[in-house]
């Protein structure tokens, strides 16, 4: 059973995977294509599996392949993030709009953020190991980067939950604003 629930950005899903526990701990199938594409109706195309790890106030994004676009599902092993999609799209009546939700190890919770999506996450606990799976290949040369504070996009990030300012890459400091972004068609 995967329970599927759609953002105010009905293409980003959030799926909750059935958990099984008791006092030994849990069991849960984090993925099964079958299942994904019944209930997502997304065909579960995943060509690379990555997992990154990152301590409290780093936040990674918002990133986006604007060729081999990459639609990711996403999902927090341990600890908690705030995660973020963005509409790139132009055709899109959602054009710059985002979406976020909470991922944690405690919540299970997975989000499906499609292609043509911008991504990113701040990371809320202590660490988060952040794993994710994605539908094309990293290509850095088609790599862009919106950036995280842009005022058009204005996503509220909830920085009053971290200890200080966000810790961020020298190429998430220096992304893109949305009056320059590349878009998808």
Known sequence: MLKVTPTRLPEVLI???????????????????????EA?????????DNH??????VLRGLHYQLQQPQGKLVRVASGRVFDVAV????????????????????????????????????????????LYKTTDYYAPEHERALAWNDAHVAV??????????????????LATRWADCQLFA
Request: glycine share 12%.
């Open 15 to 37: 799926l909750e995977p059935r958990v099984f526990g008791d006092e030994r701990g849990f069991f849960m199938e984090s993925f099964n294509r079958k299942r994904f594409e």
């Open 40 to 48: 997502t109706g997304v065909a579960g195309d995943f060509v690379q």
């Open 52 to 57: 990154s790890r990152s301590a409290r106030g």
């Open 87 to 130: 509409d790139m799209r132009r055709s899109s009546p959602r054009v710059g709009q985002w979406v976020g939700v909470e991922l944690s190890g405690e919540n299970q919770r997975q989000l499906w953020v499609p292609p043509g999506f911008a991504h990113g996450f701040v990371t809320l606990s202590h660490t988060a190991d952040f």
């Open 156 to 173: 509220a990030w909830p920085l009053d939950q971290l200890e200080g300012p966000p810790t961020v890459s020298g190429k998430d400091a």
